[in-house]
């Protein structure tokens, strides 16, 4: 394991983490959200839960329970929930806002609602009714959709396995979410649970199986469970 997913493992294993680790996780920077800097120690006060950012330092278990606490995702989660980059979110949203479309949970736009994937879809009317046969089925439909009915070209955010898996993209899974250690993104098949030491209320911590099968000495003994996860043998072939 590289010194940086070393460093960054480690760091994950307590409940204080750096502002950086923030930043890179969760795409936002605290220190340039006022509101959301305001709101987080405010609701820590009210449920006395102690200092929530000490200095440099963030309670990252105190931070997801307030954003689960408030039904919110970063922006940055919610795009590769939908399977696009960032940054195409940042756009969808922004047109839907132009076009008076935008919930209220949306008004910051730095976080969107948890539920921000059946929200899309009940936007668009072909979509009434129906139900996907998959998580990359609905992502390709939603994307479809946006680009006929907004006029929007999406950027796919694709998972880190099924693309060390395969050359041909029309077989790479879409993200779901992030390998908190590479801060790669996941699909729904190729996530590896792990336990970090969060708290049981909180949604355990996840990383890609392709790096857990380039690094299963070093993360065996983090893993959620007893049972080892599947492993492609292509994954295997690659490792050597």
């Known amino acids: 394991m590289n010194a940086e997913c070393a460093a960054r493992l480690a760091e994950l294993r307590g409940p204080w983490c750096s502002q950086l680790l923030i930043r890179d996780l969760y795409g936002l920077e605290i220190e340039r959200l006022g509101n959301l800097r305001r709101d987080f120690e405010s609701w820590a006060a009210f449920h006395r839960r102690g200092e929530a950012i000490l200095h440099e330092q963030v309670h990252r278990y105190l931070f997801e329970t307030f954003l689960q606490n408030s039904r919110l995702l970063p922006r ?10 960032e940054a195409s979110l940042e756009q969808v949203l922004t047109c839907l806002r132009g076009r008076g479309l935008l919930w209220p949970a949306h008004s910051t736009l730095e976080l969107v609602s948890e539920a921000i994937d059946t929200e899309l879809i009940s936007l668009f009317d072909e979509f009434r009714f129906r139900t996907f046969s998959s998580h990359n089925d609905f992502c390709s439909r939603l994307h479809t959709a946006i680009k006929d009915r907004l006029d929007l070209q ?8 099924s693309q060390a898996i395969t050359d041909d993209p029309s077989k790479w899974d879409y993200s779901h979410e992030f390998d908190v250690v590479t801060l790669a993104p996941v699909g729904l098949r190729y996530k590896v649970w792990l336990n ?3 708290p049981m209320n909180l949604r355990p911590d996840c990383c890609s199986t392709k790096f857990y099968a380039e690094e299963r000495e070093s993360l065996r003994d ?17 490792r050597g």
């Not at 940055?76 to 980059?85: F, Q, T, Y």
């Not at 999406?154 to 396995?161: D, F, G, I, K």
């Open 222 to 238: 983090f893993l959620m469970g007893t049972q080892e996860p599947e492993i492609p043998d292509e994954l295997l072939a690659i």
């Open 76 to 85: 940055k989660w919610a795009a590769a929930r939908v399977g696009m980059e």
């Open 196 to 198: 970090l030491g969060k």
């Open 154 to 161: 999406v950027v796919p955010l694709h998972c880190v396995t």
